[in-house]
């Protein structure tokens, strides 16, 4: 196949990937917006523009999933709209294989997951933490709201007692926490010691607490602006046991994962996002082979309708298929390599399959 014939299919997939992906942002920043205004309307702090800034960061991390579809749903489109207009149909005439004029999709999918990879995961991961801390700073006050169960809990020994940590939510990768509440025990397990903070920092070898309320007993919270507890904790331990994955930047996982190794953590959560990351310019063409064995099928009355279903239950089913192993990876039942790219390979296998069948017999 030519360069301009090859040229020409990519740009169709290019404008029509950047078309539905437009479409999707604009959907999932709609519905954030919507969302999030009607649960935080009553509070206080809030504005209009402050509920705008923090859908509008939280939307790329929203989109980050939802590539995987945009690639699937994009490559049926090419194909369909190329078969109405009767292009592949000439192509194939002229002595065109599927597998050539496949290459340019294929291309544009691995570059689209690359920028995924690149670009959009770095401004996802920074957005989402900064949304995180708008949001604890709009939210401040009213921690109480929060179930215990849904609040991350962490438990630290010190040569002096043991103290149960608390917070509302974890902000700055795990290093600082939000509407924090620290419990101190004495040996028998008694709670001896109450400290509410409204913001919690990890230093080196303390906890550093800010407009913190004391309680002691049975009596009157004391009010001090300043406080520290003593810990022992490692930041890297702190960020490996609080801080979401999805938090990290991909260029920073792999120094994460090292270090947090070197003080003897599993980092399977690391790990697993890193892997999955890797792998995800595979998928997206992965994902794009499963297209083509739906779409390329010419039809004088148009594509099939249970043909195009039976494309988009297979995306769903390998996207059901990879977040499941992905959950396994994560407790460390499955080796987070293997994990991530268990489901690609085997998606790749069946879709080359398909066509060969298909086209080669």
């Not at 991909?250 to 599993?266: C, D, H, N, Q």
Request: net charge neutral; with cysteine; charged share 15%.
């Amino acid at each position: 196949m030519g360069w301009t014939l090859g040229r020409y299919f990519f740009q169709r997939y290019v404008v029509i990937t950047t078309w539905f992906f437009i479409g999707i942002y604009a959907l999932v920043f709609l519905i954030d917006f919507t969302e999030f205004s009607s649960r935080t309307s009553g509070l206080p702090n809030f504005t209009f523009l402050s509920a705008l800034a923090i859908s509008a960061l939280r939307v790329p991390m929203v989109m980050q999933q939802t590539v995987p579809f945009v690639a699937l749903f994009a490559a049926m489109a090419t194909l369909i709209s190329l078969n109405r207009k009767y292009e592949l149909v000439i192509a194939r005439s002229a002595g065109i294989s599927a597998w050539q004029f496949l290459r340019p999709a294929c291309l544009g999918a691995l570059l689209f997951g690359v920028l995924t990879v690149g670009v959009l995961n770095p401004l996802a991961a920074n957005g989402l933490s900064h949304s995180e801390f708008l949001e604890s700073n709009l939210r401040s006050g009213d921690s109480n709201t929060v179930s215990a169960f849904a609040a991350p809990w962490i438990h630290q020994k010190t040569n002096n007692s043991d103290t149960i940590i608390g917070a509302r939510a974890v902000l700055n990768r795990g290093l600082e926490l939000s509407d924090a509440v620290f419990f101190e025990l004495d040996q028998d397990g008694d709670i001896i010691e109450r400290k509410d903070a409204r913001r919690a920092y990890l230093r080196d070898g303390y906890w550093e607490l800010n407009d913190v309320k004391r309680f002691r007993g049975r009596g009157p919270a004391e009010t001090l602006a300043d406080d520290r507890v003593p810990t022992n904790l490692k930041p890297e331990f702190v960020q490996e046991r609080l801080a979401r994955p999805e938090t990290i930047p991909f260029f920073e996982l792999p120094g994460k994962i090292e270090v947090a190794r070197s003080f003897g953590l599993r980092a399977n959560a690391f790990a697993m996002q890193f892997h999955s990351l890797v792998a995800l310019p595979l998928l997206l063409v992965a994902m794009t082979l499963i297209a083509a064995t739906v779409s390329m099928r010419f039809e004088r009355m148009g594509q099939s309708s249970t043909m195009i279903l039976g494309g988009i239950l297979a995306g769903f089913l390998l996207y059901v298929v990879s977040v499941l192993v992905k959950a396994f990876g994560n407790a460390g039942f499955v080796p987070p390599f293997v994990a991530a790219w268990l489901p690609v390979i085997v998606a790749m296998f069946f879709g080359v399959t398909f066509l060969l069948y298909r086209e080669d017999g």
